[in-house]
């Protein structure tokens, strides 16, 4: 392969810059606010746009969102320099579970990941009897691959499909684009160029009317997108943590009212569900820590 791939301009700075903005003393009003370090897919699919303010009126805690990719996000959980964390990666999250950082893990919603692409097809995905069957096919056809490259939950479970299909997700390829930026922009390039990509369901669809592309990939246990609240021991930080604020949110997102709103989301726009609540306790209380 002669060609290397190529690589876009990063979004680490700005992410880095809001961050230091909203950790800087701002006076009382942050007696009631926190800090929500979570994946693009979330913001990019409007999910929490439609969640987050009905929180916010019912008890006066403003949420301040840091999207950044899943890695990111739990860098910041790790360095205290968030109050909660809702991602998608749940070996990464594990880790930090059995670190102690994180207290407790709740599952509370999924989706799943597809492979979309031009309709034309060029690789001919849509009959591979599995997804990795279906990275197969694009390596071999040399089609275009765009890769979020970010560290985050997709590109994680890309990286993962890559090596079960008996191939290195770090090679360079012929027609290959590495953005390392969110779920949004990578669909919107992918479209742009006709080459194929992992994205969420959620954000898929949420884009799917720009970007010309169509569903590809059929369902698979490895495409299973399972996202987590993830609360943080407080003690071990010197940034004081809002942990009660933290908390509330939780339980916001497990009682029973927003699980079917999250169940909901999407069908007036899209036709179709974007995210599925799992199952949780009656009494809207999170479940222990799962490893």
């Known amino acids: 392969m002669l060609a290397r791939s190529r690589t876009l301009p990063k979004t680490a700075l700005i992410a880095f810059a809001l961050a230091a903005l909203i950790t800087s003393p ?24 439609t969640l987050l303010p009905e929180f916010t009126e019912a008890t006066g805690i403003r949420v301040r969102v840091i999207a950044v990719g899943t890695g990111a996000a739990l860098r910041m959980g790790r360095e205290g320099n968030a109050d909660l964390l809702l991602t998608h ?5 594990k880790v930090l579970v059995d670190e ?4 407790r893990r709740t599952p509370f919603m999924e989706n799943f990941f597809v492979i979309a692409g031009p309709a034309k097809d060029p690789a001919k995905i849509s009959s591979a009897i599995s997804p990795e069957d279906a990275i197969r096919r694009i390596d071999a056809a040399g089609a275009g691959w765009v890769s979020r490259s970010d ?3 997709t590109h994680k479970r890309e990286k993962a499909l890559f090596h079960a299909a008996g191939l290195d997700p770090e090679a360079d390829r012929d027609r290959l684009v590495r953005t390392g930026t969110g779920m949004g922009l990578s669909l919107q390039i992918a ?28 369902p698979g246990s490895s495409l299973r997108n399972i ?3 993830l609360q943080l021991d407080s003690s071990r930080f010197e940034r004081p943590l809002h942990t009660s604020e933290a908390e509330e949110l939780e339980r ?14 999407g069908l007036d726009k899209f036709g179709r569900t974007l995210f599925t609540p799992l199952k949780l306790a009656d009494d809207a209380h999170a479940s222990p820590v799962s490893k």
């Open 252 to 265: 916001f997102l497990l009682t029973k009212k927003t699980q079917r709103a999250i169940g909901a989301f």
């Open 89 to 93: 990666a749940p070996a990464s999250e």
């Open 151 to 153: 560290d985050s939950g």
């Open 26 to 49: 701002s006076g009382a009003a942050d007696k009631r606010s926190m800090i929500l370090a979570t994946t693009t897919s979330v913001r990019d699919s409007g999910l929490l746009d």
């Open 191 to 218: 479209g742009e160029r006709r080459y194929y990509i992992l994205s969420d369901i959620g954000t898929f669809l949420a884009f799917h009317k720009r970007v010309g592309l169509e569903v590809l990939s059929k």
């Open 100 to 103: 102690g950082i994180v207290t």
């Open 227 to 229: 996202y987590s609240i």
